[in-house]
């Protein structure tokens, strides 16, 4: 990405059009990937995949990154691996601390990550992480996704996180009838 400010305002813009054109999570988050350049992935507080975009593997690649997306695509949740480096390093403890995105290296994956709770009212609703697969984070890159993250929260909020799915609120009236 560029790192003029009117770029950033002009990605912003666009993740804002995705917002508001009522296509959901998914498309907001393949916006959100096309403006970083890099992938996105949002997860729910259970580990659960709610959308993934950007992740554009050949079946000839055998990288570390290649290999950890393969097993985690199986069943849209964060692999066991995953989830135990995720305690183990206190990730949740950081992010919940954290006034803004959190910039790590993920060894599992082999790359930067950019990673921000998704929280509203006091309560996380998820999780966003950018992987600088394609090119290393900047400026303007966490400018985006401070906008990303919280474009996301708005998605969330119009309706419920239930396993890696967003469900409209008139969907949970006929779940729980």
């Avoid at 990405?1 to 959901?24: H, I, P, Y």
């Avoid at 995953?82 to 290296?105: C, M, Q, S």
Wanted: charge should be negative; aromatic fraction near 6%.
């Amino acid at each position: 990405m560029n790192t003029t400010g009117t770029d950033v305002q002009e990605s912003n813009e666009r993740l804002l059009k995705a917002l508001f054109s009522n296509r959901g999570l998914t498309h907001l988050v393949e916006v959100g990937a096309a403006e970083l350049g890099n992938p996105v992935l949002v997860v729910d507080p259970t580990y659960h995949y709610a959308a993934r975009a950007g992740i554009e593997i050949d079946d000839a690649d055998d990288s570390v990154f290649a290999r950890f997306v393969r097993t985690e695509s199986a069943d849209e949740v964060i692999a066991d691996e995953g989830i135990r480096y995720i305690k183990e390093t206190g990730v949740d403890e950081e992010l919940a601390r954290a006034h803004g995105a959190v910039l790590r290296h993920n060894p599992l994956y082999d790359l930067d990550t950019l990673t921000q709770d998704v929280v509203a009212e006091g309560i996380c609703l998820g999780r966003v992480m950018a992987l600088a697969k394609n090119h290393p984070f900047g400026e303007a890159d966490r400018a985006v996704f401070d906008r990303l993250v919280a474009l996301v929260a708005q998605e969330l909020q119009k309706g419920y996180m239930v396993k890696g799915r967003v469900i409209r609120p008139s969907m949970v009236q006929v779940v729980s009838n």
